[in-house]
């Protein structure tokens, strides 16, 4: 073999190398970007699924404050009762 083919031969398969190496790379870089995709579906459901629960929560929160409410409403309603029951007793017993 002449001295320009060896060179030839050598540069061939530097070449098919750097041919393999740049396919293994176009691979990786496409599952990169399926990856990428998929996490970026991922994380929008994610982000709506927080949106729902932030919702519930406020939801739930209002409702909880309504019932507190409520149920100082019905006490108050209770103590003044009491008090009115007191106040007919008190003319009851001075009449």
């Known amino acids: 073999m002449l001295p320009d083919e ?24 496409r599952d990169l970007q399926e990856q990428l995709t998929a996490a970026r579906i991922r994380i929008a459901s994610l982000n709506d699924d927080w949106a729902d629960l932030r919702d519930k929560l406020d939801s739930a929160l209002k409702h909880n404050k309504q019932l507190t409410l409520d149920k100082a409403n019905m006490i108050q309603e209770k103590f003044n009762l009491y008090d009115d029951i007191s106040n007919l007793i008190s003319k009851k017993g001075e009449g």
């Open 6 to 29: 060896m060179e030839a031969e050598k540069n061939r398969k530097i070449i098919l190398a750097q041919a393999d190496e740049i396919e293994m790379l176009k691979t990786n870089v």
